[in-house]
């Protein structure tokens, strides 16, 4: 997805974000159509809920994630991407009261260390091309 993006130059932020929601609910909509049918049945209660996580999370999410995709190496937004999940951990932790589990605290030291690993790696491959860290 990060490659094809950094392809279509002639398509950017706000657009992009537009463009890539529109083909992404395409396509849930014509799945779950096929899977269970078109009818959907939403309650009251839920329509606020489900508007804040559409135009805040996902909508205004998804455009600063396509924006600046432009102005970061392809490897720092596969590592960004990696984050998300460990955040998700972090604030269920936080903001539920659900419990972590050993083997997800070792997963998110995992996530962690490789993105460290990944930025920190890139900036030595970055260093060595431009003569720094030679003696």
């Not at 899977?35 to 135009?55: D, N, Y």
């Not at 999370?57 to 991407?81: E, K, R």
């Not at 030291?109 to 060595?128: H, K, N, S, Y």
Request: proline share 4%.
């Amino acid at each position: 997805m990060v490659i094809f993006n950094k392809k279509a130059k002639e398509i950017a932020g706000l657009e992009n974000a537009a463009l890539q929601l529109l083909v992404s609910f395409l396509t849930v909509a014509v799945f779950v159509g096929v899977k269970q049918g078109f009818a959907v049945h939403i309650p009251r209660t839920s329509l606020f809920p489900l508007l804040v996580l559409g135009l805040l999370n996902t909508g205004i999410g998804c455009y600063f994630y396509f924006s600046s995709i432009d102005y970061l190496p392809v490897q720092t937004v596969a590592i960004c991407g990696y984050i998300e999940p460990l955040s998700a951990v972090l604030l269920s932790v936080v903001l539920l009261q659900e419990t972590l589990l050993p083997i997800q605290c070792a997963g998110a030291v995992l996530i962690l260390l490789g993105a460290v690993f990944g930025e920190c790696g890139d900036l030595l491959r970055r260093g060595r091309k431009d003569g720094e860290g030679s003696l």
